[in-house]
T-cell receptor, first 114, second 112 residues
């Protein structure tokens, strides 16, 4: 059974703190993604990675960085959290290549920055 | 620039009736389309997909229709059930791409 797990379901941080969100998948997928979901804006891609140590910017990378040291793990880092980064963060993974478009999502992390 | 659009933020339907969720796209290179369903406090789950070589795909109560000339797809749920109440996202991709472009979502409420 396909599984994507995220380190926390709910997180409260203060402005200026460094925040780490971790995602692990057990499907041996090459691709991993970080999205944020906000009301009325849908799912917006922050970063994705198609291989270990590889990363690509998505639509809204400002204020974020990522790390992928192992195939199964993809971390999202907020270098200095701000209140406008309060959101639901979703991690996903997928197989690489044509025809393998389906992404499998984790349960999400609801981050509140105060 | 939003390449995939869901212009109805919400939809309410009586139990047993048909729910029709709509999605429009602007990029003519998109050739694969997916629908995801999301419950509160959970991640989206894949529902149904369609390739651009087809105009219809059916899976139980769910049918997706694709009109390439209009750059429009729709998801039909028949009959609608209260458990279908969720946010539905459509997504699109191009051959060889590894990422999806998501719409903004439509919140479906099925009234018992």
């Amino acid at each position: 059974d396909v599984k994507v797990t995220q380190s926390s379901r709910y997180l409260v941080k203060r402005t200026g703190e460094k925040v780490f969100l971790e995602c692990v998948q057990d499907m041996d997928h090459e691709n991993m993604f970080w999205y944020r979901q906000d009301p009325g804006l849908g799912l917006r891609l922050i970063y994705f990675s198609y291989d270990v140590k590889m990363k690509e910017k998505g639509d809204i990378p400002e204020g974020y960085s990522v790390s992928r040291e192992k195939k199964e793990r993809f971390s999202l880092i907020l270098e200095s959290a701000s209140t406008n980064q309060t959101s639901m963060y979703l991690c996903a993974s997928s197989l690489w290549g044509t025809g393998s478009y389906e992404q499998y999502f984790g349960p999400g992390t609801r981050l509140t920055v105060t | 620039d939003q390449q995939v659009k869901q212009n109805s933020p919400s939809l309410s339907v009586q139990e047993g009736r048909i729910s029709i969720l709509n999605c429009d796209y602007t990029n003519s290179m998109f050739d694969y389309f997916l629908w995801y369903k999301k419950y509160p406090a959970e991640g989206p789950t894949f529902l149904i997909s369609i390739s651009s070589i087809k105009d219809k795909n059916e899976d139980g109560r769910f049918t997706v229709f694709l009109n390439k000339s209009a750059k429009h797809l729709s998801l039909h749920i028949v009959p609608s059930q209260p458990g279908d109440s969720a946010v539905y996202f459509c997504a699109a991709s191009t051959t060889g791409a590894n990422n999806l472009f998501f719409g903004t979502g439509t919140r479906l409420t099925v009234i018992p």
